[in-house]
């Protein structure tokens, strides 16, 4: 398979610091350690400058050693780590002000893999990165393929993650800090989410892309090929499906299935804000899972795709399978209901079902990326070519001792890793790549623009044994570093030789530290108490100090508490002699206790009270304002009450009392409202 020019024009993002694997954690920059002060520099090539200066010298003490946070100070926490300041389309500007949380403290019991399988472990956020997510949703449908990507998957206190991962065919070791933009209280991821069953790899994942191309505003639009070439470097392509046909489109996409290759669907349109066919969200991608050959009643065939929506939700999908769907119950020619046969499950999960007609008329294309977990990667790393040109090629070899099935390509820099202004990169890069056996005669020749992801693949026709050369011809753009892959994929190792007959120094990745974990005790944030409501405290009746009163009925098992989920109120009303025995009269003491059990509700709750003229107040808890208005006509006193409780505000709770003059009637009443915190 040939590819010549670019079938999709990726969008163009850029900016990047990360590490890159030479001897790993014996060689890493010590910057964990040091304060958070800097913001990230913006210039043309930042990205790829950052991504040269090698690796710290601390990584492993730190994440073994470390009781509390350490700070990755590469990419901070802060507004230059979301987007940049000098190059902006000014997408996240609403996200200036945000705080950033550190996973183990918004979720304390998470782990890295959750207690699930991967599949529905993404959450898509305000970021337009579908495509990243649905990529690494694709190569986690292989468990063990996508855990090889984590160096260090257990949880650590100092919060420090490392990843295995490609960048212009070239091994890397990324890493990054477990802080993420959390809203405007730190309390819930606003891009990828947290999975259902407490896994975190993908708001890091996430993370690893935004800080390898500067920001998270860089990581927006793309091919989900990327994020799977990122994790396995495999080469992918993108089919256009209006020039197939259902049958066509299936074999590709069965076939590539059997072979465990990692695929996903597109919609076409410009916004996922709006709907398209089968009310899919348009411009979005989704994870291919499978596909299924239905055995009808009649004994007939149907095709269906299942695929995944990251947004995790079925976004009210009308497809014929649909999950509400009486096909699913149906029972085929083999004794088996179609669900059965499917593996379907009814649950508002992202989880769908396509025929193949269907897709034909929902989707604009397809990517199919050929992972091979057999294949071994060989690669020479190539620094600072300024000889080779369009006239004047980069010569290359490797010899084969015996027929063998390969792939074979050279790659740059991603485009999206340059700043994109009028200063920066305005051009593309165009590049010739030849294959030539040893009597110099041509295999195959191609040229591409640089974001084309060509690839020659031998994989179906082995090429035969002997020694080989690869002719590299760039035509450069304007501010392009000059760094390159050639990269062999191959069931054996093959060196790859330049003029001077020698291989590039060796990056491996890091395999050895799965079980790097930490060895001192965690020094926990101190956490702020949630209120208790159980009232399991003495009986208590009041009797008219209101202050005491409000103490003593906080706990008291006489005063009842009702939880309503996202908030809770208490309310009691108690008649007192007149304390002076002059009277047979009474007053009307009413107590009110309000507020949540929830970290991330924003709750308001509102008692209004009214009595003769004179009335009493006490309150407990800063959350509470009240206000008094009187009313000389009617000679009452009304008692307006509010207790605002926003995400971090300590303690989550108000309580109010109002005592009535000596036999004087009274009213109350109360009102609620919450709304969930970000």
Not at 111 to 119: R, S
Not at 302 to 315: A, C, S, T
Not at 570 to 576: K, R
Not at 600 to 625: E, R
């Amino acid at each position: 398979m040939t590819k010549s020019l670019p079938q999709m024009l990726l969008i163009l993002l850029s900016l990047v610091t990360i590490i890159r694997s030479e001897n790993i954690f014996d060689k890493l920059v010590n910057r964990f350690s040091k304060p958070q002060k800097a913001t990230i520099s913006s210039s043309c090539q930042a990205a790829i400058t950052r991504v040269n200066k090698g690796l710290s010298k601390n990584f492993k003490d730190l994440v073994t050693k470390s009781s509390t946070y350490q700070n990755d100070t590469s990419f901070p926490s802060d507004y230059s780590s979301i987007a940049s300041t000098t190059y902006t389309k000014n997408e996240l500007s609403p996200f200036t002000k945000v705080k950033w949380g550190r996973l183990n403290t918004i979720c304390p019991t998470c782990t890295m893999f959750g207690t699930q399988n991967y599949i529905n472990d993404i959450s898509q956020g305000y970021l337009g990165d579908c495509y990243f997510l649905a990529g690494i949703s694709a190569v986690a449908e292989n468990q063990t393929r996508l855990e090889k990507a984590f160096v260090n998957p257990s949880i650590n206190w100092g919060g420090l993650y490392a990843f295995n991962v490609f960048i212009r065919g070239v091994p890397y070791v990324v890493d990054v800090d477990d802080a993420i933009p959390a809203g405007k209280y730190g309390k819930a991821s606003i891009f990828a989410g947290i999975g259902s069953d407490k896994s975190i790899w993908g708001p890091l994942l996430e993370k690893a892309w935004s800080k390898v191309n500067g920001n998270y505003e860089r990581i927006s639009a793309g091919q989900t090929g990327e994020a799977i070439s990122f994790l396995t470097n495999a080469p992918y392509q993108y089919y256009n499906v209006s020039l197939l046909n259902a049958p066509s489109m299936w074999k590709l996409i069965s076939e590539g299935d059997a072979k465990g290759f990692a695929m996903s669907f597109s919609t076409p349109g410009k916004s996922d804000k709006t709907v398209c066919s089968l009310n899919l969200p348009c411009n979005h991608a989704y994870t291919i899972i499978g596909t299924y050959q239905i055995t009808k009643s009649d004994g007939s065939k149907q095709n269906l795709y299942k695929f995944r929506n990251p947004w995790g939700i079925d976004n009210s999908f009308s497809g014929q399978y649909q999950d509400a769907s009486t096909y699913w119950s149906a029972v085929g020619s083999n004794g088996k209901t179609y669900a059965q046969q499917a593996g379907q499950t009814n649950a508002n999960d992202g989880i769908l079902y396509i025929t193949d007609n269907e897709a034909m008329g929902a989707f604009n294309g397809f990517n199919i990326a050929e992972v091979r977990d057999s294949f071994v990667n060989s690669w020479y790393d190539k620094k600072g070519d300024t000889v080779a040109s369009a006239t004047t090629p980069a010569v290359y070899t490797f010899t084969l001792a015996a027929n063998t099935p390969l792939i074979l390509f050279v790659k740059t820099y991603d485009r999206r890793m340059y700043e994109q202004n009028s200063g920066c990169k305005t051009d593309y890069a165009i590049f010739k790549v030849v294959l030539k056996d040893s009597t110099g005669k041509s295999i195959q020749a191609v040229s591409f623009y640089e974001d084309a992801n060509f690839y020659f693949n031998f994989v179906d026709t082995p090429l035969a044994k002997g020694t080989y050369k690869i002719e590299f011809y760039p035509t450069w753009g304007n501010v392009d570093v000059k760094d390159y892959g050639v990269v062999i994929q191959a069931p054996v190792s093959i060196a790859i030789l330049d003029s001077s007959s020698k291989t590039s120094a060796v990056s491996p990745h890091d395999y050895s530290s799965k079980n790097l974990k930490p060895t001192v005790p965690q020094v926990k944030p101190v956490a702020q108490p949630l209120p208790v409501i159980n009232q399991t405290g003495p009986a208590y009746t009041p009797n008219g100090t209101i202050a005491t009163d409000l103490i003593n009925c906080r706990n008291s098992s006489s005063f009842k508490v009702s939880n309503y989920n996202h908030y809770f109120y208490g309310s009691q009303v108690t008649s007192i002699l007149d304390p002076t025995k002059k009277t047979t009269k009474s007053m009307y003491q009413i107590i009110y206790l309000l507020g949540t059990q929830k970290e991330n509700i924003i709750f308001t709750g509102q008692v209004t009270i009214k009595t003769a003229v004179g009335g009493q107040i006490s309150t407990a808890g800063t959350g509470m304002i009240c206000l008094k208005s009187t009313s000389t006509t009617a000679k009452e006193d009304t008692f307006t009450c509010t207790c605002k409780i926003e995400i971090d505000f300590y303690p989550k709770e108000c309580m109010v009392g109002i005592l009535s003059p000596l036999g004087s009637s009274y009213s109350y009443g109360a009102a609620f409202q919450y709304s969930q915190g970000y």
